[in-house]
């Protein structure tokens, strides 16, 4: 009778040294460290980027060359944040906004507090990172906002914005650079837009600035980048038109395709419009899981809620996937300790 006892007795004790064992392997196993930290940025300037790496606790980096560069994850400058993936890029990051503040109104965007940005922050867990499809890294789309043009409240009318620019595969066999540099309007119309272009032979630099005015007086006009000729709507003799919609159309069904041209690159210096990443058969806008929109909470600021030009944070949370790590990142304010605009804080936690 004692030999089923002894058994057992035998096994208990087999059983507690591997457990023991077992014990002792998961006390000395090493933790796996994941990266967190925050950082403040200057951003402030109109053209220049600043790049962030998220390593090591995060760090303002200085690449020589950001284009070429991998030792960045997000670019910020002024209110906008970029992934170094797609056609802002050579790395591969993607991005995917968990929207958790999206739907707020502007009344609610203004009282949150820095304890609400808190509680979402913690709130993201592994558990909310999407499959690897969800994420999307930087690509082009449609400009939803018109951003040629801007209502002027002193002239109390919409005016041309020569700030904004595009780079252009024309129809033809050859690129160009344009903007809009006057919009004249007839009461609530437009009545004709002047735009400046340089033309592009292949092979070549991009050549000395011209001007075309288009009359939308009867109707939408079509010009060639490569002279500022007129043409029919049918041919394939045009590169963008301009409808009296205040719509800019680019003759896709030809080949032509237009890419925005970065803060940062001058359009009078520019000598070649033909190293875009992609050209858009639209009027393009930079895309991707940061939205650039600064009038609804979708984004990371709502701009002038209360008419004192001001930028509110709205706290959504992001995941950024960087290689095989994916990171929880909020951006939670845009001003520094003296109240300058132009110094966003971003916040990161690794999640995997």
């Known amino acids: 009778m004692r030999l089923p006892f002894r058994r057992w007795t035998s096994l208990t004790l087999l059983g507690a040294i591997f457990a023991t064992a077992a014990c002792e392997d998961d006390a000395t ?52 944040v970029r992934l170094n993936g797609g056609v802002a890029g050579p790395g591969d990051v993607a991005g995917y906004g968990l929207a958790n503040n999206a739907a707020l109104t502007d009344v ?16 993201v867990t592994e558990a909310d990172i999407p499959s690897a499809s969800a994420f999307e890294v930087d690509g082009i789309l449609p400009d939803p906002g018109a951003s040629w043009f801007r209502f002027d409240g002193q002239a109390g009318t919409l005016v041309a914005n020569p700030s904004a620019a595009w780079k252009v595969q024309e129809s033809g066999d050859g690129y160009a650079v344009f903007r809009v540099s006057e919009l004249v309007m007839a009461g609530q119309v437009p009545s004709s837009i002047t735009i400046e272009h340089r033309h592009q032979d292949m092979g070549a630099s991009l050549g000395s600035i011209s001007s075309t005015t288009l009359d939308l007086s009867a109707g939408p006009a079509y010009a060639a980048l490569s002279d500022g000729s007129l ?10 038109g301009v409808t009296p919609e205040l719509s800019i159309e680019v003759n896709d069904g030809c080949g032509a395709g237009t890419f925005p041209l970065d803060a940062a690159e001058d359009f009078s210096a520019l000598t070649d419009a033909g190293d875009a990443p992609e050209y858009g058969g639209f009027l393009a806008a930079l895309s991707g899981a940061f939205p650039a929109t600064v009038d609804d909470a ?29 990171y929880k990142v909020q951006v939670t304010s845009y001003y520094d300790a003296t109240g300058q605009s132009g110094f966003p804080t971003i916040r990161f936690q690794q999640l995997q």
């Open 29 to 80: 196993a090493p933790s796996e460290e994941f990266d967190e930290g925050t950082v403040m940025v200057d951003a402030s300037s109109p053209v220049t980027s600043a790049y962030v790496s998220l390593a090591d606790g995060g760090s303002v980096v200085t690449p020589a060359d950001p284009s070429s560069s991998t030792e960045w994850e997000i670019a910020l400058r002024r209110f906008g």
């Open 108 to 123: 609610q965007v203004t009282a949150l507090t820095e304890a609400d940005g808190d509680a979402a922050f913690a709130a």
């Open 231 to 240: 043409h029919d709507v049918g041919t394939c003799d045009w590169d963008i």
């Open 298 to 326: 979708s984004g990371v600021f709502w701009y002038n809620i209360e008419g004192n030009n001001r930028l509110w944070p709205t706290f959504n949370v992001f995941l950024v996937r960087t290689g095989s790590a994916i």
